[in-house]
């Protein structure tokens, strides 16, 4: 298993606004002298703004594709309103983010899922999982391609899940304070236990997994409550909270596995999907093809193969990214 990694301060969700906000304007090729030099005194008002401006220099192209927007009058004329609020230095740009200017790199948009992972807390890219050990004790995994905020305050322990999917071991905190994963659909609340939590691409609302203990969950707004026992899985969603079947081992990919049990081979492809960069598909005439096994995720090629060896289907490559599973042709 990786190593823990050193826990680090979280950067605010206000803070990481007015850095995507600054280096928009940057990027825009409209920045005035005077901009800069604010820019500058922002950097340097904070830690925390320099932090979270070293992470938005390391992002890729995303940001400076939508950077021209920055162009258009009004936003212009917005961010010349934005001034620095008596005590408050981090609503340096609350008129820009307020009129919503920077929609197009917004967090709710697939493509921002670089913008995300590369200004939050935690994050793993594609194919890569990690697990952290927080500040009490309490064990966390991020699947590949996730992206976690944490944010342990006097009263609270949070943990927001903007995408992804984590998996939790509660520690202990002396302090007594309640333990809370958040994401766009609820808020879950742990009772002493190990759980799995996933949402984003692919998912419909957001997934609760109980391994042991008990999870209590709430929907966003608070019109619908929960609990979930060991042993159960939930969807949460707009619509509600419907309690299923557990999976088969649905945190098997801590240890490095994914498990199927008689499981279509449509799903295990999708989940192996989630595990390499392009396309992986299944060829609809074999998508109901039935698969049991242990599958190392460390090794998707392998898994690949193992499967063109067990089942009548051949592995078909338009490109390294671009890959079906077709029903094999007898020679």
């Given at each position: 298993?990786?190593?823990?990694?050193?826990?680090?301060?979280?950067?605010?969700?206000?803070?990481?606004?007015?850095?995507?906000?600054?280096?928009?304007?940057?990027?825009?090729?409209?920045?005035?002298?005077?901009?800069?030099?604010?820019?500058?005194?922002?950097?340097?008002?904070?830690?925390?703004?320099?932090?979270?401006?070293?992470?938005?220099?390391?992002?890729?192209?995303?940001?400076?594709?939508?950077?021209?927007?920055?162009?258009?009058?009004?936003?212009?004329?917005?961010?010349?309103?934005?001034?620095?609020?008596?005590?408050?230095?981090?609503?340096?740009?609350?008129?820009?983010?307020?009129?919503?200017?920077?929609?197009?790199?917004?967090?709710?948009?697939?493509?921002?899922?670089?913008?995300?992972?590369?200004?939050?807390?935690?994050?793993?890219?594609?194919?890569?999982?990690?697990?952290?050990?927080?500040?009490?004790?309490?064990?966390?995994?991020?699947?590949?391609?996730?992206?976690?905020?944490?944010?342990?305050?006097?009263s609270t322990r949070r943990i927001l899940l903007r995408y992804g999917e984590i998996n939790l071991r509660?520690?202990?905190?002396?302090?007594?304070?309640?333990?809370?994963?958040?994401?766009?659909?609820?808020?879950?609340?742990?009772?002493?236990?190990?759980f799995t939590v996933r949402c984003g691409e692919g998912c419909v609302g957001t997934l609760l997994s109980?391994?042991?203990?008990?999870?209590?969950?709430?929907?966003?707004?608070?019109?619908?409550?929960?609990?979930?026992?060991?042993?159960?899985?939930?969807?949460?969603?707009?619509?509600?909270?419907?309690?299923?079947?557990?999976?088969?081992?649905?945190?098997?990919?801590?240890?490095?596995?994914?498990?199927?049990?008689?499981?279509?081979?449509?799903?295990l492809v999708g989940q192996l999907g989630r595990y390499r960069p392009g396309i992986l598909r299944c060829?609809?005439?074999?998508?109901?093809?039935?698969?049991?096994?242990?599958?190392?995720?460390?090794?998707?090629?392998?898994?690949?193969?193992?499967?063109?060896?067990?089942?009548?289907?051949?592995?078909?490559?338009?490109?390294?990214?671009?890959?079906?599973?077709?029903?094999?042709?007898?020679?």
């Amino acid at each position: 298993m990786p190593a823990a990694t050193p826990q680090v301060e979280p950067i605010s969700a206000a803070v990481r606004q007015q850095a995507i906000a600054w280096f928009s304007l940057t990027q825009s090729g409209d920045i005035t002298a005077e901009e800069v030099r604010e820019l500058a005194r922002w950097r340097q008002a904070d830690s925390e703004h320099e932090r979270a401006w070293q992470r938005m220099v390391g992002l890729p192209a995303l940001v400076r594709n939508n950077a021209g927007m920055l162009r258009d009058p009004v936003a212009r004329s917005a961010l010349q309103q934005a001034r620095y609020v008596s005590g408050d230095r981090r609503q340096v740009l609350k008129l820009l983010l307020g009129a919503s200017l920077l929609g197009a790199i917004g967090w709710q948009a697939r493509e921002s899922q670089w913008l995300q992972g590369g200004l939050a807390d935690l994050s793993t890219a594609t194919g890569e999982r990690r697990r952290q050990v927080l500040a009490d004790g309490t064990e966390l995994w991020l699947n590949t391609a996730t992206a976690v905020d944490i944010d342990f305050n006097a009263s609270t322990r949070r943990i927001l899940l903007r995408y992804g999917e984590i998996n939790l071991r509660t520690g202990h905190d002396p302090l007594g304070r309640p333990l809370q994963v958040h994401t766009h659909e609820a808020l879950m609340q742990p009772l002493g236990t190990r759980f799995t939590v996933r949402c984003g691409e692919g998912c419909v609302g957001t997934l609760l997994s109980v391994s042991s203990g008990r999870v209590a969950a709430t929907l966003r707004g608070g019109h619908g409550q929960q609990v979930v026992e060991s042993g159960q899985r939930a969807r949460l969603d707009d619509s509600g909270i419907f309690l299923m079947q557990q999976a088969v081992q649905d945190d098997a990919w801590v240890d490095g596995f994914v498990i199927a049990q008689a499981t279509r081979l449509e799903e295990l492809v999708g989940q192996l999907g989630r595990y390499r960069p392009g396309i992986l598909r299944c060829d609809p005439r074999v998508a109901g093809l039935r698969v049991t096994g242990s599958y190392p995720l460390d090794d998707n090629e392998r898994i690949l193969a193992l499967l063109a060896s067990s089942l009548p289907v051949s592995i078909q490559r338009r490109t390294r990214y671009w890959v079906t599973l077709v029903p094999k042709v007898e020679a």
